[in-house]
């Protein structure tokens, strides 16, 4: 799971152009959104297309559990391994 962490912190980094922010600074457990990373409704948007086109999983905007599923790193790690196997 270490792995797919390191992954999702690139692939947001990659995605949203966040030059100043290296992996070691995203914590796993912190709010992607808010107070944590500070990301907002566009950098969903953003962040659900990249993860559709690297894992080919698609993240439905209306279902009620997409906004726990993109509250942390380990959030989207865990559904992203669910929606893997």
């Known amino acids: 799971m270490e792995n ?7 692939l947001i980094i990659d995605a949203l152009n966040l030059e100043d922010i290296g992996i070691d600074d995203i914590e796993i457990d912190a ?4 107070d944590g990373l500070g990301l907002d409704s566009i950098d969903a948007l953003e962040l659900g297309l990249a993860i559709k086109k690297k894992f080919n999983i698609i993240i439905d905007a209306d279902d009620n559990n997409t906004r726990q599923h993109f509250a942390s790193v380990a959030n989207l790690a865990s559904y992203i391994s669910s929606q893997t196997r």
Do not use: D, N, R
């Open 4 to 10: 797919l962490h390191t992954e999702i912190k690139q």
């Open 31 to 34: 709010p992607l959104f808010g």
